[in-house]
């Protein structure tokens, strides 16, 4: 690993668990000899501040008591709510994707990209699949957790409901 993708890394990392605190001064020192992680940081912080000042669209009254129907009170289906839960952040990440793309885009084509719009490209498809693999991760946990406690365990503990044993 060289020091830029070490310096990506933390770029990265900045956001996902600072944000809008001071930029600490090690990245800084990084910036002063690197301008690609300068730049990196400089475009994540254009577009956090435009996804930010876009409008939230109006909420329904009841859609939050609908999401919570549907989702939290909902009866569980076993392993095909890890499913759900995928597809929803598959959505969720290309929908954010969509969206930067739209918010990025420029106004006259050019003839090509350039080599650092391609580099700008490949460090924001790092970031999209970033999320996607931390999101279906957090999916793949979740339900080997709800899996494990509530079917396994119980097997082997012998809480097995009568009815549902071999004779």
Known sequence: M???DVGRERVHAFFDEVG?????ESLQSHFATCA???ELFDELTILRAALRA???PPMPDDALEVVWERTVRAPRTGWLDGRRRAAVAAVLVTGVSLSTLWLLRT???PSGPTPAEIARAEA????????AARAIQAT????THRVVGSKISPAV???VPSDSRRR
């Not at 809008?20 to 600490?24: A, C, I, L, Q, T």
């Not at 924001?124 to 999320?131: N, P, R, T």
């Not at 793949?140 to 339900?143: D, E, H, L, N």
């Open 54 to 56: 876009r409008p939230a």
């Open 157 to 159: 503990r012998g809480d």
């Open 36 to 38: 690609g992680c300068r």
């Open 107 to 109: 106004t006259s084509a």
């Open 124 to 131: 924001q498809a790092d970031i999209v699949l970033s999320y």
């Open 20 to 24: 809008d605190g001071p930029v600490p």
């Open 140 to 143: 793949r946990t979740a339900t």
């Open 2 to 4: 060289n020091a830029c």
